[in-house]
């Protein structure tokens, strides 16, 4: 029988931190002891004043269609803390609230991207950059990047990437998976590239912002010849360890910012109450509030780092935010255990889960096939016990 879907799911790939999560939790269902480092979520609980203002939107009955781009309070909640954290001046027509900032980036490429038009994209990316491009028929460019580096993109590698294609870049800082964030100093260097070429839109995914260990973060829409084409993408998902709650937004320029809602306006419409008005209350907090988070992930990164310079064949750099470490794995390729070879990054997760009962995911999905993405987004005791495992593994 003729197959009823589209060339367009037909050629999307899965999201592999997703599907090594969904094989993680069926391997558990089986009653295998599997430790999950995998997925990119905090494990602690949402804070309870957070909690607090979720429960009074439902006493005060908050129960109907919410404006497609956010309710007002929580468009002014966005606009302050921008100036507040980032030195960022928006006005409302520039402020549009999502399903998560999965969904801010793909309303972003939807409505900026015609078929053929160039994306770079820095290596390693978030897994879902790829294909997000590929849905809106963008062509991803990729820029690979080492560990020697940082995993950060010179300005040298953006010149060269550049053609008359190209329409956009979009990159993470704090990255996922790296943990690299750019300073000041690195935006200016990559700006002033950009300067040359004044039709290219910056995306620049700061999910991680709060989670930076290494000083105040800084945004490319606050340089000011930046600022009117850069779209600034951020969300309260991971430092305020509000994952399931869904809520993600945009400061852009009005013309994409309003493109933005009117092809929200035909997919899913506002964002869900409830949390809509959960996150004007979490928004207008000080960030203390939060630095519990902050520096037991620090601590996390300290911890994760030491066990893993003593596993023979990682090779680490030290991320500087977000929660993840990103080891050059390639010292085991071309080994063999029980007569299967490891070829690459994605054999050497798979043999992990296998063999030592530990869900990592292969740095191929992020445009890094040489790598290995682990989150210590975990306790300190599953920790200890996965890199033990992992050392006992590949020994």
Request: glycine residues 6%; negative net charge.
């Amino acid at each position: 029988m003729q197959s009823f879907l589209s060339d367009r799911i037909n050629k999307l790939q899965t999201s592999a931190t997703l599907a090594m999560a969904a094989k993680a939790r069926e391997l558990k269902a089986e009653g295998k002891d599997i430790i999950s480092l995998s997925l990119g979520e905090p494990d602690f609980n949402t804070p309870d004043f957070i909690k607090e203002a979720a429960i009074q939107a439902i006493n005060d009955n908050y129960n109907s269609y919410t404006p497609v781009d956010g309710y007002a309070e929580l468009k002014e909640a966005i606009i302050e803390k921008f100036q507040r954290d980032n030195s960022l001046t928006y006005n409302a027509s520039q402020i549009v609230v999502s399903t998560g900032a999965k969904q801010s980036l793909a309303n972003v490429a939807l409505v900026c991207l015609n078929p053929g038009d160039e994306v770079i994209l820095p290596c390693p990316y978030w897994v879902s950059y790829r294909d997000i491009v590929k849905i809106a028929e963008g062509t991803p460019v990729e820029v690979r990047t080492s560990i020697e580096n940082d995993f950060k993109m010179t300005p040298e590698q953006l010149e060269a990437a550049i053609t008359p294609k190209t329409k956009m870049i979009w990159f993470s800082s704090p990255c996922n998976p790296s943990g690299s964030s750019y300073s000041e100093e690195e935006l200016r260097a990559l700006a002033d590239v950009l300067k040359k070429h004044p039709n290219i839109i910056v995306v620049s995914d700061e999910i991680y912002e709060h989670i930076n260990f290494v000083g105040k973060h800084v945004s490319m829409a606050q340089f000011d010849d930046m600022y009117d084409r850069t779209v600034t993408v951020n969300g309260v998902s991971k430092a305020f360890a509000m994952t399931g709650w869904r809520i993600g937004y945009i400061g852009a320029p009005t013309e994409i910012a309003r493109a933005c809602t009117k092809m929200q306006g035909q997919i899913t419409s506002g964002a869900n109450c409830i949390a809509q008005r959960a996150v004007i209350t979490a928004l207008k907090a000080p960030v203390s509030k939060i630095q519990f988070m902050i520096d037991k992930f620090k601590e996390r990164r300290s911890l994760i780092l030491d066990l893993l310079n003593n596993v023979e064949g990682f090779q680490c750099n030290q991320p500087e935010g977000a929660f993840y470490v990103f080891p050059n794995v390639s010292a085991f390729f071309g080994k063999t255990y029980n007569g299967k070879r490891v070829e690459n990054a994605t054999d050497l997760s798979m043999y992990l889960l296998e063999k030592a009962n530990v869900a990592t995911v292969t740095g191929e999905a992020f445009g890094n096939p040489d790598c290995l993405r682990l989150s210590y987004a975990a306790s300190e005791e599953n920790i200890k016990e996965a890199v033990k495992r992992i050392k006992k593994a590949l020994a």
